[in-house]
């Protein structure tokens, strides 16, 4: 995502069926922001739509005032 080292953003993946289930989130450094979204589908490429929807939901902001950006 490149926010650098001092961004909190994390990802738990799954095999949940015949599907990916993936859980990622981007944090703020205080912690008072926390994006947190969940998708499925059955293409490993699911994580990268997860990816590019936390980044449209605010997470973007978050990475661009990181401190380590």
Known sequence: LGGGCDLP????????????SVVG???????????????????PAVGESLAEALLAAGGQ???EVSPGR
């Open 9 to 20: 953003v994390g990802a738990h993946a799954r095999i949940d069926g015949d599907a990916i």
């Open 25 to 43: 989130l981007i944090a703020s450094l205080d912690g008072v922001t926390v994006l947190k979204r969940t998708m499925q589908g059955h293409d």
């Open 61 to 63: 902001h978050l990475i």
